[in-house]
T-cell receptor
Framework: AAGVIQSPRHLIKEKRETATLKCYPI?????VYWYQQGPGQDPQFLIS???????DKGSIPDRFSAQQFSDYHSELNMSSLELGDSALYFC??????????FGPGTRLTVL | AQSVTQPDIHITVSEGASLELRCNYS??????LFWYVQSPGQGLQLLLK??????LVQGIKGFEAEFKRSQSSFNLRKPSVHWSDAAEYFC??????????????FGKGTHLIIQP
C-alpha cells in the first residue's frame, strides 16, 4: 500500500539559511499534518491543512510557513534556521478525519 | 486543551512476559485515542485507535488497549512480548473540528526495554 512520502530524508543547513521540506500524502487523503520531534522528545504538532486550507495550528514558529497545493502535496518552509531547529520533521496524512499515517520523516541538522 | 500523560518513562520486561503501558488523558469530551510505536530514528507506526464503540480495541502485532472513561485511561497491553517489541511507545489524543482532524497531542513516550 502507498505510504506518505517525504523528501529529502536528510538535510544539513547552516544557521540563518532556509530549508524546504516536502510531503506527498497517501492518495485520496485530504488532510496533511506537520510535526517536529526534537531528540528524545515527543512529536509536537506544527500545522495542518484540509483541502488546501489551513485547518489547525500548533506550535509553529513565525519563521516557518507551510502550504498545501492543488495536488495535495505540502511544503514546510523554514527560514532563518537556528540550531534548535535541528529535529526530525514528520508529515502525516489522513482521510475524512480518520487516523493519521506518518511518513518516515526528514532529519534536519542545522550547523 | 487536551493533554496526555504517560507516567512511565522506561519499562523493562522479560521476553515472553506480559506488558501494560499506561496512558491517561485530559479532555472535556470523548477523545479520539491512539497508540503509536517508534523505533530509533524511524517514523511512527499506528498500533491501534479508539474512536467510539467497544472499549476494548485490538491492534496490530498482538497489542490491545482498553478505554476507561471513568479513569480517563487508555492503557496498552500485550500478553507476551517479543524482543522486536523494544521501541518507544506514544499515546496520543486527537480532537476533531469542522474540516478534518486537529493535530495530535502526544504523551512523552514510554521506552520499552526487553530483557532476554
Amino acid at each position: 500500500a502507498a505510504g506518505v512520502i517525504q523528501s529529502p530524508r536528510h538535510l544539513i543547513k547552516e544557521k540563518r539559511e532556509t530549508a524546504t521540506l516536502k510531503c506527498y500524502p497517501i492518495p485520496r487523503h485530504d488532510t496533511v499534518y506537520w510535526y517536529q520531534q526534537g531528540p528524545g522528545q515527543d512529536p509536537q504538532f506544527l500545522i495542518s491543512f484540509y483541502e488546501k486550507m489551513q485547518s489547525d495550528k500548533g506550535s509553529i514558529p513565525d519563521r516557518f510557513s507551510a502550504q498545501q497545493f492543488s495536488d495535495y502535496h505540502s511544503e514546510l518552509n523554514m527560514s532563518s534556521l537556528e540550531l534548535g531547529d535541528s529535529a526530525l520533521y514528520f508529515c502525516a496524512s489522513s482521510s475524512e478525519g480518520n487516523e493519521q499515517f506518518f511518513g518516515p520523516g526528514t532529519r534536519l541538522t542545522v550547523l | 486543551a487536551q493533554s496526555v500523560t504517560q507516567p512511565d518513562i522506561h519499562i523493562t520486561v522479560s521476553e515472553g512476559a506480559s506488558l501494560e503501558l499506561r496512558c491517561n488523558y485530559s479532555y472535556g469530551a470523548t477523545p479520539y485515542l491512539f497508540w503509536y510505536v517508534q523505533s530509533p530514528g524511524q517514523g511512527l507506526q499506528l498500533l491501534l485507535k479508539y474512536f467510539s464503540g467497544d472499549t476494548l480495541v485490538q491492534g496490530i502485532k498482538g497489542f490491545e488497549a482498553e478505554f476507561k472513561r471513568s479513569q480517563s485511561s487508555f492503557n496498552l497491553r500485550k500478553p507476551s512480548v517479543h524482543w522486536s517489541d523494544a521501541a518507544e511507545y506514544f499515546c496520543a489524543v486527537a480532537t476533531y473540528s469542522g474540516g478534518g482532524a486537529d493535530g495530535l497531542t502526544f504523551g512523552k513516550g514510554t521506552h520499552l526495554i526487553i530483557q532476554p
